[in-house]
């Protein structure tokens, strides 16, 4: 059984640009979640994706867009690049309802 | 809107002394409640949760609705227990989490 698995591990984009993360969910699982983690701060609820729809969404502006494929895989797309994006971002895998969340080790993104 | 506060940025501890973190929430509702723990360069991993009533690697938590308080209790640290440590609430039952800030625990020999 392999776990979750996130690429790349880091990267440094410059502020306007455009950045997609990848995530790759554990055996079994067919609900993503992501975060954004702050230096300094917990993580952040981006959304959900469940059988490849959109499944909650926390306060982030549209700019921030994802997807979830019929492997469960998914991707966190980030338009539009500002200073404050820079972060640790999560993701995490489960099953369906309740079940529990198994976090990636994230992929640092900078933004300059 | 719900929240999580930890109070504590850092509990410096000795090794075999008790530990408590603290973790007040604000939801109006009936939150499911969790503590994650991230070792150092480890990913945050499930720590506990309420609804299970378990003791992992001998912590503890208690729900307190009344005063809506989910504090992390150890009565003998252990210095493989220095990490950071978050409370999280859901509330719903796809398991949205939302963390507190966190706190840095290390326990000194």
């Known amino acids: 059984e392999t776990g979750v698995t996130q690429s790349p591990t880091h990267l440094i984009k410059t502020r306007g640009q455009q950045v997609t993360l990848r995530c790759s969910s554990q055996?079994?699982?067919?609900?993503v979640s992501w975060y954004q983690q702050a230096l300094g701060q917990g993580p952040q609820f981006i959304f959900q994706y469940y059988r490849e729809e959109e499944n909650g969404r926390g306060n982030f502006p549209p700019r921030f867009s994802g997807l979830q494929f019929p492997n469960y895989s998914s991707e966190l797309n980030v338009n539009a690049l500002e200073l404050d994006d820079s972060a640790l971002y999560l993701c995490a895998s489960s099953t369906a309802q309740g079940g529990e969340q198994y976090f990636g080790p994230g992929t640092r993104l900078t933004v300059t | 809107a719900q929240r999580v506060t930890q109070p504590e940025k850092l509990l410096s501890v000795f090794k075999g002394a008790p530990v408590e973190l603290k973790c007040n929430y604000s939801y109006s509702g009936s939150p499911e409640l969790f503590w994650y723990v991230q070792y150092s360069r480890q990913r945050l991993q499930l720590l506990l949760r309420?609804?299970s009533r378990e003791s992992i690697k001998g912590f503890t938590a208690d729900l307190n609705k009344g005063e809506t308080s989910f504090h992390l209790k150890k009565p003998f640290a252990q210095e493989e227990d220095s990490a950071m440590y978050y409370c999280?609430?859901?509330?719903?039952?796809?398991?949205?989490?939302?963390f507190g800030a966190g706190t840095q625990v290390v326990v000194t020999p």
């Open positions: 055996s079994g699982h067919n609900t």
């Open positions: 999280a609430l859901s509330t719903d039952s796809w398991g949205k989490l939302q």
């Open positions: 309420h609804i």
